[in-house]
């Protein structure tokens, strides 16, 4: 599904990602670990296209990410993320955030995907905040949030940086087992 050749990512004079290379089938769990600052993210972000690499190449299902030609948007319609500080737009409400994708990417129906949404926020434990704004939930319910709105775009990748730093050990195993025990990478 995945495959990386000789990844490398700088920064000026700083090498963050130096010859990476990776193969990620169908529904393996990857796990990157390390200490902070070893460049984890930021190849997450690249696998993304979030962060340009300086080199290498990245495909999925055969198709070459970095090759001009290939519709990187849609191919990251097929690929999520789940950010580290959560990155949940702060003027829309819980359910919002669950919604905006599915409805201006996927064409779902805006009934339809509040429907979705909300199951969703009742299986992390959030039905009760769906009118809530970023800025009225804890770090953990902010973390839930960003882990049912990436969900509700049904994605076949999921990276995940960091998804449970800022939830409660409950919460960790309860979202781990929702999503599938962190499907395709970690």
């Given at each position: 599904m995945i495959k990386v050749h000789h990844l490398s990512k700088t920064y000026g004079d700083i090498n963050v990602l130096k010859d990476i290379s990776l193969t990620v089938?169908?529904?393996e769990v990857i796990s990157?670990?390390?200490p902070?600052?070893?460049g984890k993210s930021t190849f997450l972000?690249?696998?993304n296209l979030l962060e340009q690499p300086s080199g290498g190449s990245i495909s999925v299902d055969g198709i070459d990410l970095l090759d001009k030609k290939s519709d990187v948007p849609r191919i990251r319609q097929r690929m999520n993320m789940v950010f580290q500080?959560?990155?949940?737009?702060?003027h829309l409400t819980a359910l919002e955030n669950l919604t905006i994708g599915p409805i201006k990417l996927l064409g779902i129906n805006k009934q339809e995907a509040e429907q979705k949404s909300l199951?969703?926020?009742k299986l992390v434990g959030l039905a009760e905040k769906a009118d809530s704004f970023p800025d009225e939930l804890s770090g953990g319910q902010?973390?839930?949030v960003a882990i049912a709105r990436c969900l509700a775009m049904n994605p076949e990748i999921i990276l995940f940086d960091e998804p449970t730093s800022a939830l409660d050990p409950p919460w960790s195993v309860k979202c781990w087992r929702l999503s599938g025990?962190?499907?395709r990478m970690a």
């Open positions: 089938a169908k529904g990157i670990i390390g902070s600052g070893t972000r690249c696998l500080s959560f990155n949940l737009f702060s199951e969703i926020l902010k973390q839930r025990g962190w499907p």
